[in-house]
Nanobody
Framework: QVQLVESGGGLVQAGGSLRLSCTAS????????MAWFRQAPGKEREFVAA??????KYADSVKGRFTISRDNARNTVYLQMNSLKPEDTAVYYC?????????????????WGQGTQVTVSS
C-alpha cells in the first residue's frame, strides 16, 4: 500500500509561484508513474502533469508554466508552478500508479493523496 501526502498549497497573487510537494511512503518504486491532477469548484478532476524515469507529460493549459520533477531518494515528487493564473485555483492531488506508462487518465491511478488547496487571486 502506498500513502501520498501533499504539501505546499496556499494563497498567491496572479503571476506568482508555488511549489507543491508529494511524499510517498510504502511500496513505491522509481519506475512508478507519479502525477498531479486538480479539481476546481464545480468541475471534474483534470490531469496536470506526470513523470516517470525522467519522461514528463503536461496538460496544454500548464505547458511552459508548470514543471514536474521527482527525487527518488526522498520518494518525493514536486510541481513547480510559475506565472499562476486565477483559473489555476483548485485542489491539487498527487497520484501514483504501478506502471512505467505515462497516463493522463485518472482511472489508471490507484493511489491518491488527500489534496492541497491552491488559490490564485486576481
Amino acid at each position: 500500500q502506498v500513502q501520498l501526502v501533499e504539501s505546499g498549497g496556499g494563497l498567491v497573487q496572479a503571476g506568482g509561484s508555488l511549489r507543491l510537494s508529494c511524499t510517498a511512503s510504502g511500496r513505491i518504486f522509481s519506475r512508478d508513474t507519479m502525477a498531479w491532477f486538480r479539481q476546481a469548484p464545480g468541475k471534474e478532476r483534470e490531469f496536470v502533469a506526470a513523470i516517470v524515469v525522467g519522461v514528463t507529460k503536461y496538460a496544454d493549459s500548464v505547458k511552459g508554466r508548470f514543471t514536474i520533477s521527482r527525487d527518488n531518494a526522498r520518494n518525493t515528487v514536486y510541481l513547480q508552478m510559475n506565472s499562476l493564473k486565477p483559473e489555476d485555483t483548485a485542489v491539487y492531488y498527487c497520484a501514483a500508479r504501478d506502471s512505467g506508462y505515462l497516463s493522463s487518465n485518472e482511472n489508471q491511478y490507484t493511489n491518491w493523496g488527500q489534496g492541497t488547496q491552491v488559490t490564485v487571486s486576481s
